[in-house]
């Protein structure tokens, strides 16, 4: 069983990064499958698993996705950087509650 971080951190990506790869991807007009194929993927899985929040696009794939897609730079690094604000504020909410339940038991 994943651990409830993994979760959060899986429903933090489908929600701020997925669902937004997939509304620009929409408005470009392009499936998943022809996207996949236009970036040089085997299978629109890639695509189905970015917009799920199984995974993130890697970093070299981000200007042709952003070219693609026709979605700003800088509208596309705001929203992972927007994601990666949201699991550090994930991390440091466990990590309190972590040190404040060790510190009662001390």
Avoid at 45 to 66: C, H, M, T, Y
Avoid at 84 to 99: G, I, N, R
Wanted: charged content about 30%; overall charge positive; proline content about 4%.
């Amino acid at each position: 069983m994943k651990d409830r971080n993994e979760v959060e951190e899986r429903r933090l990506r489908a929600k701020i990064v997925g669902e937004f790869l997939k509304l620009m991807r929409q408005k470009a007009g392009l499936t998943q499958h022809e996207l996949a194929s236009t970036l040089s993927y085997s299978t629109a899985q890639f695509i189905s698993n970015w917009e799920r929040g199984v995974s993130l696009p890697p970093l070299d794939v981000l200007p042709k996705l952003a070219h693609l897609c026709r979605i700003a730079p800088r509208k596309l690094v705001d929203v992972l950087y927007r994601y990666q604000e949201e699991v550090l504020k994930l991390h440091k909410k466990q990590l309190m509650a972590l040190l404040t339940r060790r510190s009662r038991t001390a």
